[in-house]
């Protein structure tokens, strides 16, 4: 038995298959998907999407959203989604070093708001292509 993934962003479908698993990281934690899971819908925070597909695991950047699971189906709305294979590492490194100097720059309440979501967005990244898949 399989699940019907679809992940989408404002812009773009990034996923829509079968899977067997997801692990996707929500505002209070992570939560396991199977098949014939209970019926949720679930705020989705700036995370790791783990997907077993075809007996190997595939991670995902996931940048905030919402999900909804049920009936085998699970559609993930996010703000912006990266496949690890899409990911360049050198881009995702300096753009994490520049989130980090971005943070230490920081002089306004704003400011700092603004800097530890992108450095929260450049981490996710680098832990993707990090992730054991």
Known sequence: MTLNLCVLTPN??????EVKEIILSTNSGQI???????PIATAVDIGILRIR???QWLTMALMGGFARIGNNEITILV???EKSSDIDPQE???TLE?????LRKA?????TIEANLALRR????VEVLNAIS
């Open 107 to 111: 002089e306004s309440k704003r400011q």
């Open 32 to 38: 396991g998907v199977l098949p014939n899971h209970a």
């Open 92 to 94: 995702a490194q300096q």
């Open 53 to 55: 597909f075809n007996d």
């Open 79 to 81: 703000n912006d989604a």
């Open 12 to 17: 773009r479908i990034v996923w829509d298959s």
């Open 122 to 125: 450049a981490r996710t990244r």
């Open 98 to 102: 520049i989130a980090e100097a971005s």
